[in-house]
Structures are given as structure tokens and as C-alpha cells.
């Protein structure tokens, strides 16, 4: 019994801001933020968009790379999703209430569905994969549909410029489905291995302070700010450095198998001087990183799927290939996924 991402899909908004259009409204310029962190530009939700919008969209994109890969209709497909999961950090509703993963279901007819979301920040894809791959592990489960969906730009400081021209908006979506392919010996498939942990007592360097129980907004209380990111950048870039290579190093020691038998990695789109850092820290050769983020910017939890669903449609994902994905963030959270594709 194996578990096999078997289709993705991808949804970012219309608009797409470039660093030079960024610097109009905001004290920065192109030539900072591309040396600083490899962004180019990022896109930014309309007002009249919403999370569950963009997950629904990637969803449905998902659903149909899979009907067209089996001959199976789209519907019949969402109504065989036995769960779906909504990572997300910026959902629709304060709390969660209700869960996007709700409104997604609705949106897209996978009327069988369960659905929960989840808030692991940046790391959201990752704890997703584990999670799903226990979930089919037992009963009668067969297919889940995880989407990582985040408009961070809604709880975005435009007026802090250490922030805002990091982040952008956008979902992905990925259909695991449980399979009768071996996941040990030869010929082995799907998802091989997940490390997950935590480091709370760096809680504070990636937060929203504002608007939960433990600061909830008062009655008549005037408010400067909605609730938004605060960071501590280098406390991250020190721990995305050390994670992102521990989390490798392990991975592939666990497995048995050496850097040089990976087709891709694909870190969580953060900042390619962090990559760049960890690559040179494992001595691993230049280009095994897949890298997007001079485009899309850190859209947080769908950053590592949206780069798996470019990829995949551009054929660059072969049957067969050992591939690793490594993310890392608020929580601080951290974790890593060897799949055979
Ligand atoms: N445009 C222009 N100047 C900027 C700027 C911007 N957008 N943001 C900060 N600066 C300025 C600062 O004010 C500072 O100026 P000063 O020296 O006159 O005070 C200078 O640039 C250096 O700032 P600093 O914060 O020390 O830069 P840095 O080299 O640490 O880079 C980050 C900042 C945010 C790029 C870096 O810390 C980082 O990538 N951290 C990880 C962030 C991350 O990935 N978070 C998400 C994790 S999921």
C-alpha cells in the first residue's frame, strides 16, 4: 500500500505586483529586495477574493488534471474525496469558524468529504502529507484532497517594509490517493518518509499579536492597525538556514540514500539567499533547488505545492523520480517529505 500524489493544481490571482510597481507605495526598491531575497514580484488578491476562492479554484484544477488523466468525470472524482484539508493561515473566517475547508467543499461538490483545516504556517504542505498519509493508512479511506491556500496580503503591515515585500498570495492543491504500489523494496512509490517537528520558544518571531484570545480586539478599543505579520527576519534566517539543512541531512541518512539521487528538491520559497546558504552548508551541487520565488514571492503553506504543480505540468517530474520537499516557519515549525513521484 502506497501513497501517491497522483494530480495538482494551482491558483494565484490576476494581479501580479512588480518590486519596481511595489516601491510606489512602499519605501523600498527593486534592486534591495531582489539582492535581499531573490523576490521579483508577487501576486495580490482583489478585494472581492477570499481564501476558500483560490483553494476552490486550485481544487478544481487538481480534479481536473486527474479526470483527464483517468477518464473519470470531474464531479465523480470530488464526490469520491473522502477528506479534504485546508492548510491556511489566513482563512476566510477569524478561528476558523467555520473552517475554509467547509466553503471549499461546498464550492466544489466533494459532497462525501470530511473537511478540517489546518494552521502550521509555512510548514503547512508538509504536516499535510503526514496527515494524509495516516488518514489513509486506515478504514476505507482512498482519496484526500490537501490545498494549501493563504492570502497573506490580508494580514500584511504595507506600511512595514521588512515585511510586506516578502509575501504574496496564492494556492495549490494536490490529490494523494491510496494505491497498491509498494512503499518499501524495489519499485517502491508515493510518499517514503515525512519529519515533522516544532520549536515554540521561537513562537515570537513570526506573529500575528493582535485579534485572538490572547490579544482580542475591546470594545471601543481604537485600532491603528489590522491584525498583521510581525517578524523578526534574522532570528528566521538563522533558523530557516540551520532547519532547512538538518531536515535534508536527516532525510537522506534515514532513507539510506545520498543527495546525488535526488531529481529536485523543492525548499519552501522563502528566500533564495536562504537556499543558497543551506546549499552551500550541504555541499550539494547548484541547481538541485527548484526555486520560484522571484515570481510568486513566499506565499507561506502553498509555496512548496504551487512549485510542485510547475513542475508537474511542465513534465519535468519523471515516474519514478526521488524527490524531497523542505519547509520551515512560523511556530516555528519545520519539516521535510521524500516522495517517489
Ligand atoms: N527595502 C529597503 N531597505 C530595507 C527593506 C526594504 N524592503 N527592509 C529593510 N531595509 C533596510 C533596513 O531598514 C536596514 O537599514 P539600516 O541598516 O539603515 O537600518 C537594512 O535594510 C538591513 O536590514 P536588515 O533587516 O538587517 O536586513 P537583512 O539583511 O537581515 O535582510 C530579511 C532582511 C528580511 C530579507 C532577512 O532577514 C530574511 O530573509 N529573513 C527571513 C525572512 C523570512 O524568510 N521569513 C518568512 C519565513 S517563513
Redesign the pocket.
Known sequence: MAFEIVATGRALPKNRITNDELSATVD??DE??RS??GIGSRYIAGEDVATSDLAALAAKRALAALAKKTGEPENSIAESIDVIIVSTSSGDYVGGVPPTSCVVQNKIGAKNAAAFDMAVC?TGFIYGLEIASGLLSTGSRKRILLICAELLSRITDWSD??TC??FGDGAAAVIIEKTQAPLTGDGKRGILRCLLGADGGGAES?IVRRGGSKNPYRKNEVVDKPPHIE?D??A??NF?VKTITDVISKLLEQEGVGISDLAVIIP?Q??V??VEAARKRLGAPEGVFYTNMEEYA?TSAASIPIALDELNEAGRLKKGDLIMVVG???GLTFGGALIVW
Open positions: 523600498t526598491n534591495w529586495i535581499h531575497t509555512c517594509r521588512g515585500v516578502l513570526l517578524m527576519g534574522r528566521v534566517y530557516a519552501h522563502a528566500n539567499r536562504i513566499n520551515f516557519g512560523g
